[in-house]
């Protein structure tokens, strides 16, 4: 029989000697997120994605602001945002609906979670985003709103050239299968 091999858990918080089997968060950090795809009630492969207005408040909406918000300009998003301190992925969903989307009763199921680590660009090392995805229907009839977008429209993710795509959505929508993988 051979060893059982050694697991290292993620624990939320920063101490002086974390002790075997605990890992420290990432050097340039952690992120948990929550993102709808939101598909056409009758074109499933049809995605919601917006185009961010740099005049909204998106530092409140969704924590872009400065440059990584300079760099979402013209580019296509899901909507998305990071969960607030003590915010439950489901609660996130609810509210991104309400704030991005005008649609506070907008109905899903459970999420399906991905984790992704890598190391940024210019980061200070190793990264780890957790995923919180939230797949919907749009509701039938119902309009759909630019605020606070410049464009929100139903899009086929397939033709949009990856640099299309803002802080890695497209990722977003190959971990959902809406994109075929590279």
């Known amino acids: 029989m051979t060893a059982p091999e050694a697991r290292v858990f993620a624990r939320w918080r920063r101490e002086p000697d974390p002790g075997p089997g605990f890992a420290q968060i990432p050097e340039d950090g952690a992120c948990l997120s929550a ?23 998106w530092g409140r909406l969704g924590g872009l602001e400065g440059d990584r918000l300079s760099r979402a300009v013209g580019r296509w998003m899901l909507p998305s945002s990071h969960l ?19 649609l506070a009763d907008l109905a899903f199921p459970e999420p399906h979670v991905v984790s992704d680590p890598y190391a940024r660009p210019g980061g200070a090392g190793s990264h780890w985003d957790l995923d919180c995805l939230f797949r919907a229907k749009w509701p039938e009839g119902a309009p759909v709103s630019a605020r606070p977008w410049n464009r929100l429209e139903f899009v086929d993710p397939g033709p949009v050239p990856r640099s299309g795509f803002a802080r890695s959505h497209d990722d977003i929508l190959r971990f959902a299968g809406l994109l075929a993988a590279e």
Request: glycine share 8%.
């Open 35 to 57: 993102f709808l795809l939101v598909t056409e009630p009758h074109e499933p492969r049809r995605v919601l994605l917006g185009q961010v207005d740099p005049s909204a408040d």
């Open 84 to 102: 607030l301190e003590y915010e439950g992925p489901s609660a996130a969903a609810r509210r991104i609906a309400d704030e991005q989307l005008g």
